[in-house]
């Protein structure tokens, strides 16, 4: 299971801090990571961390969002800066599972960013 916070209202050109902790076994093969999704789109990737401590981010949120994960792997943090109102939407963490080959997913926490 998958449980996510740290959703908000936020001003352009803020920051936000969404937090997603797995409860269970976690594998050292699982990837961790978030998606993103507005009303008529389809989900969209944004960043995933493996838990050797590789990153991966989304051409669009290169250089403004941090995501990293707990010494016990088993919590996922974005750190959003520089908000822009293009990234309002619910987002959506997720756990791959290499062993297995299963997807879980989070429950979404909506980010609104006002202009």
């Known amino acids: 299971q998958l449980q996510a916070s740290g959703g908000g209202l936020v001003q352009a050109g803020g920051s936000l801090r969404l937090s997603c902790a797995a409860s269970?076994?976690?594998?050292?093969?699982?990837?961790m990571g978030w998606y993103r999704q507005t009303p008529g789109k389809e989900r969209e990737w944004v960043a995933s961390?493996?838990?050797?401590?590789?990153?991966n981010y989304a051409d669009s949120v290169k250089g403004r969002f941090t995501i990293s994960r707990d010494s016990a792997k088993s919590t996922v943090f974005l750190q959003m800066n520089s908000l822009k109102p293009e990234d309002t939407a619910v987002y959506h963490c997720?756990?791959?599972?290499?062993?297995?080959?299963?997807?879980?997913w989070g429950q979404g926490t909506l980010v609104t960013v006002s202009s």
């Open positions: 961390a493996g838990s050797s401590g590789s990153t």
């Open positions: 997720n756990l791959q599972r290499v062993v297995g080959g299963y997807t879980f």
């Open positions: 269970g076994v976690i594998f050292g093969t699982d990837v």
